[in-house]
């Protein structure tokens, strides 16, 4: 069985830093796509970040460009993403998901259950 966990959130300051993390078991990242993403109440879900491990490829979204940061540590087969300058817009429910492919998408096969993140101004 594949799990997901995200840990991290919490509340934090806006001008401040968190760092998310996702740890899987029965799937290994590597060469796999992982994302990050976020749902605000009453707005839809929209991916944050994605890494392609393996390739290290990076993607962001241009509302986190340049503030959050997403790496891997392929021995701990966990994935990070590190959130600084935050912002109360940052607000969600940031949810963690593995793909089989190396392209994040909104139909990733594998979703954690969600660490809450609240900025507070």
């Known amino acids: 069985e594949v799990q997901l966990v995200e840990s991290g959130g919490g509340v934090v300051e806006a001008g401040g830093s968190l760092r998310l993390s996702c740890a899987s078991s029965g799937f290994n990242f590597d060469w796999h796509a992982v994302g990050w993403f976020r749902q605000a109440p009453g707005k839809k879900r929209e991916e944050v970040s994605c890494?392609?491990?393996?390739?290290?490829?990076?993607q962001y979204s241009d509302s986190v460009k340049g503030r959050f940061t997403i790496s891997s540590d392929n021995d701990k087969n966990t994935v990070y993403l590190d959130m600084t300058n935050v912002k109360p817009e940052d607000t969600a429910v940031y949810y963690c998901a593995a793909d089989t492919t190396l392209t994040c998408n909104q139909v990733m096969i594998y979703w954690g259950k969600g660490t809450p993140v609240t900025v507070s101004s």
């Open positions: 890494i392609s491990v393996g390739l290290n490829n990076k």
